[in-house]
């Protein structure tokens, strides 16, 4: 999908390439190096590994890891589904995402449920923040509780990412953005166009002009 819309709304989409210097020119994201190739842009949207100088930590996300015989009960036995938990539901600042696959995509035995709890933590006891979300997949066959800092860490730019144009921006604001772009590349294809005689009007014949 990201591959698709980059290519609808004239973006270059790169993978696998590893970052040598992203040039910053008068604030702005001018151009990328990467294994000896430039590639220009007027804008950068980039993994945060990428930029970890201009990162900064904002939270730790928990993942509860929970191996089920069963589909999440009131879901209509579905295969595949997500669950948000609206935060004011819980208590919380920031909403509680469930997600579940099985079987049916062949990352699980047959029978097997695989289910991901994953809040952000906002505070020191990721068993207490769990807490209010286990009872949708019960009864559970196994559970790990993951909580990497390294791996699980919530990220925000800086003020240097942020000026240097950097900051991924939603798709509408994306979508105004290429309008304009549109609208003025128009404007200049036609004052590059020689303008048409009205009608009436004769140009003056040149030397070697066939009449």
Not at 38 to 56: A, E, F, G, H
Not at 166 to 182: A, D, G, N, Q, V
Request: net charge positive; charged share 30%.
């Amino acid at each position: 999908m990201p591959l698709m819309l980059s290519a609808i709304y004239g973006g270059t989409y790169i993978l696998n390439k590893p970052i040598d210097e992203i040039v910053v020119k008068n604030g702005k994201v001018v151009r990328v190096k990467s294994e000896g190739e430039i590639t220009r842009c007027k804008q950068l949207i980039c993994n945060p590994s990428y930029v970890p100088d201009c990162m900064k930590k904002t939270g730790k996300v928990i993942w509860v890891i929970c191996i089920l015989n069963h589909p999440i009960r009131n879901t209509t036995d579905a295969n595949l589904c997500q669950i948000i938990i609206l935060q004011n539901q819980v208590n919380r600042k920031l909403d509680i995402y469930i997600f579940m696959i099985s079987a049916a995509h062949s990352v699980a035995a047959q029978g097997k449920y695989i289910t991901i709890v994953s809040p952000i933590m906002e505070m020191n006891n990721p068993d207490k923040e769990i807490r209010p979300t286990m009872d949708l997949p019960e009864p559970i066959e196994e559970r790990f509780l993951v909580l990497r800092c390294s791996d699980w860490q919530v990220l925000a730019p800086t003020t240097l990412l942020t000026h240097a144009n950097s900051t991924l921006i939603p798709l509408k604001e994306r979508k105004k953005e290429r309008k304009k772009e549109r609208k003025k590349e128009r404007k200049k294809e036609r004052k590059k166009k020689p303008a048409v005689p009205e009608r009436g009007e004769h140009k003056d014949h040149q030397p070697g002009d066939l009449s």
